[in-house]
């Protein structure tokens, strides 16, 4: 038996792989980057000394959206970390971590949490050590941002939308 060349192998099994992955759903990423990235050290270097405690950290996420064809989003996570002691801000660290993402082949009804839940979820963490690497080299131990449930932040989006609308 007569075996292919390599190059057509290649050839006809890309072109199966291909028309089998155009047929079902696809969310691919085109890009993703740093849109805007702040770190703040407002008291250094009296914020780097021992502390009996620690500071209180509040933590902030956003996630918005903006479409720039019928199949490509861009998708932004912000995230926003301040750490105080008593009134004492200790850093500031503020992330717009964004990614460009192509979704085909999913019903219109799904298009929101795939955008909303689904491509911050591939984002965060790039992000997350975005911010660890940031608060590490403030001078500070590295900030670990706990998984974020996006699914919960989309429902919520969603009921204070209908909130608002009553």
Same mark, same amino acid.
């Given at each position: ?43 250094? $270097?009296?914020? +780097?000394? #021992? ?10 996420? *956003?996630?918005?959206?903006? &479409? /720039? ?50 491509? $911050?979820?591939? +984002?965060? #963490? ?10 590490? *080299?403030?001078?500070?131990? &590295? /900030? ?23």
């Amino acid at each position: 038996m007569a075996k292919k060349p390599a190059a057509e192998e290649n050839k006809s099994s890309a072109s199966n792989s291909n028309g089998a992955e155009q047929t079902g759903p696809m969310l691919s990423v085109l890009a993703q980057y740093i849109k805007d990235l702040s770190f703040e050290n407002p008291n250094s $270097p009296n914020s +780097l000394r #021992p502390r009996e405690k620690a500071p209180e950290i509040k933590i902030n996420v *956003n996630v918005s959206a903006n &479409p /720039l064809s019928d199949s490509d989003f861009e998708v932004e996570l912000k995230l926003e970390a301040k750490a105080e002691d008593n009134a004492e801000v200790m850093f500031n660290a503020e992330l717009v971590y964004a990614g460009v993402f192509r979704i085909q082949g999913i019903p219109e009804e799904s298009m929101g949490p795939a955008v909303l839940i689904e491509c $911050p979820r591939l +984002l965060f #963490p790039f992000a997350r050590q975005i911010i660890s690497d940031s608060t590490r *080299n403030g001078g500070f131990p &590295p /900030l670990m941002i706990d998984p974020i449930d996006f699914a919960q932040l989309y429902q919520g989006r969603i009921a204070e939308g209908a909130e608002k609308s009553s």
